[in-house]
């Protein structure tokens, strides 16, 4: 049996996490069988995207990402681009997509889960043409992203640090959302279009999203005072913001949503700048990946 070509493109620096150890647990833990394994390493941010495209230029037959869902997005790119299989080894600061895969963190146990090689094609989506695998979004939780990226401390700890500094000041906006021809006006904390259920870290912002319905959920944080946060916390841990009535979700498959201002977004954790108009979309299983 032919083995399958396999690259494993690694984030040095994704998720704060030291990751020299990486290679040789591949080298031991691979079904060599099944797979001839090679090994690249990012240095900048694009750099992934590159990588895998090259590999995939070269008929590399599966391309696995060793990183967070920044590496992921970049990778899966490609991946879909060349119609090839994504894998995954989770080293990021929340690993949404890896969580709601169940793929698990121990590197070796997501080393297993790709000898087993058991693949599902998922849904993708688009925003302002830019793709997105597990959750995009505005408001807060962009302009989070945009300030952590240039924060050299990497990890949850950070995250949460600085997003306990920025809340105090941070003012929702007025979006004007338009899901499969429905118009709605919302002020809103955050606006988040979801793909899987969480952000990352088991905080869950649309408990009962699907990979594979084609659909997307837009979750609309409304505004809230300050002591209400352990509240939303309590539902996002429990997996319960669908009952929550701090949230609304509308369910879609075209999404346009219209804001007063330029402003941030983030697309899988990676902060952008873009304009007032943002157009989403869904692409239905669209995505080879192995999963658990």
Do not use: W
């Amino acid at each position: 049996m032919l083995k399958a070509n396999i690259l494993f493109i690694i984030n040095p620096i994704s998720g704060g996490k030291k990751k020299a150890k990486i290679p040789g647990l591949i080298d031991t833990y691979l079904d060599k069988t099944k797979f001839s394994p090679n090994y690249s390493y990012t240095e900048y941010i694009g750099h992934a995207a590159e990588l895998a495209e090259e590999a995939a230029a070269k008929n590399f037959d599966v391309i696995v990402a060793v990183g967070g869902d920044g590496t992921i997005n970049e990778i899966a790119a490609k991946v879909m681009q060349y119609k090839k299989v994504l894998g995954i080894i989770p080293f990021g600061s929340g690993n949404g997509l890896a969580r709601f895969l169940k793929i698990p963190l121990a590197a070796k146990k997501a080393i297993e889960v790709i000898n087993r090689f058991k693949l599902q094609l998922v849904d993708t989506a688009t925003l302002n043409e830019k793709f997105f695998f597990n959750m995009a979004g505005m408001g807060f939780d962009a302009h989070i992203s945009a300030v952590f990226a240039g924060n050299k401390s990497r990890g949850l700890k950070g995250y949460i640090e600085m997003g306990l500094k920025e809340i105090t000041s941070y003012q929702p906006q007025t979006y004007s959302i338009e899901v499969d021809g429905v118009n709605y006006t919302r002020e809103a904390f955050v606006v988040s279009i979801a793909n899987s259920s969480q952000y990352g870290n088991n905080v869950y912002i649309s408990p009962k999203s699907s990979l594979t319905d084609g659909l997307l959920d837009v979750c609309i944080i409304k505004p809230f005072p300050l002591f209400k946060i352990p509240i939303l916390a309590y539902h996002m841990i429990r997996a319960t913001t669908d009952r929550s009535d701090m949230v609304e979700i509308i369910r879609g498959k075209q999404i346009k949503i219209s804001r007063a201002k330029e402003d941030s977004i983030h697309i899988d954790g990676e902060p952008f700048f873009m304009g007032k108009q943002i157009e989403i979309d869904v692409v239905p299983l669209s995505l080879h990946i192995i999963t658990n």
